[in-house]
């Protein structure tokens, strides 16, 4: 399969060099050249210095022929911008979209994209750790509190 | 009407103060914290601190009633994601963002934004009139008719010189809309004949303006 990840931080870097040893096409794109020190010398895959929400630098990744798109940068609304421009306007078949605030994560899948919350997803795994079996409250997200929602991607 | 403005830079503080003396009702959202108190001892209590991409942000400003939302941050993502949860999740009218990049524009458009102000693309097209460089001046954009008005001045190698109007090779899906000569409008009917120094202004369509340019200008 045909993989376009954006944003080559730890998650990124490690996802990208997942799927090249597993023998899938990959193409990873970053606004630093610097963060691709974090792939290994034996990574085959693509590396493509941009930003991701630039239609051009996304067609130099491949995205119109990408079965799948992961946007896992630390900007929340980057994320958001260029998992929609994958979606909607280059029509990938599966776009994952990393978003650390809880809120914005909630009102983003509701409006149909397919999202993952660190924030939610390692509260959850703590607490099912240390108190199996105990049932997890919904807890209200108070605002003004996304250090990483805007501004700091891509 | 009620307007709130996400993004409290130069365009957000003189968009507010610009709606605000036209007596509508505004509220101005802005991250910073300085500049909430500096804005808040300029306009008095409708300045509120908080990331206006937040769907608790936007709720305690009272987006539901909200008749139009403006993001003019200095990031598009930002202005996208405000716009699309003001517009999506609490059905705001119109929702408009200022868009820094002239490509996004087009993007923004295919995700729901109702309009899209590029202050790079109307800087660009004002140069672009004041440079002198081609004897074929870009005018006007059509927004989303595909459309652009541009002007040509007729010089002395023109092959349309002294030609009449129905003579030309002229493209068919271009028309000739003036032609002004010595200051004065000329009404360009087919017997016209065009000469040295005339300006012509043409519709046509964007990015397809050779034929027009081998029409008038030459080679």
Known sequence: ?154 | MYIIIAGGGKVGRFLTENLVNRGHEVLLIEKEKYKVEQYTEQFGGIVVQGDACEAQVLSDAGVARADVLIAVTGDDEDNLVCCQVAKRKFKVGRVIARVNNPKNERIFRALGIDATVSHTRALLEIIEQELPLSSLRHLFYIRDSKLEIIEVIIGPDSPARDKTISNLDFPTDSSILLVVRNGKVLVPGGNLALKEQDEIVILTPQNSDNQVQEALIGE
């Not at chain 1, 409250?137 to 108070?142: N, S």
């Open chain 1, 1 to 154: 399969m045909k993989f376009v990840i954006l944003g080559c931080g730890r998650v990124g870097s490690r996802l990208a060099t997942m799927l090249d040893m597993m023998g899938h096409e990959v193409a990873i794109i970053d606004k630093s050249q610097d963060s691709f020190k974090r792939l290994p010398p034996s990574y085959n895959g693509q590396a493509i210095i941009g930003v991701g929400i630039d239609e051009d630098v996304l067609r130099s990744a491949g995205i119109e022929k990408a079965d799948v798109f992961a946007a896992v940068t630390n900007g929340d609304n980057t994320n958001i911008m260029a998992s929609e421009i994958a979606k909607e306007l280059f029509n990938v078949p599966r776009v994952l979209a990393r978003i650390y605030d809880p809120l914005r994560e909630e009102t983003y899948h509701a409006l149909g994209l397919e999202t993952i919350c660190p924030t939610t997803l390692i509260s959850n795994v703590i607490v099912g750790r240390v108190l199996p079996g105990e049932v997890k409250p919904k807890v209200p997200t108070p605002a003004g509190t996304n250090p990483l929602g805007s501004g700091q991607g891509l």
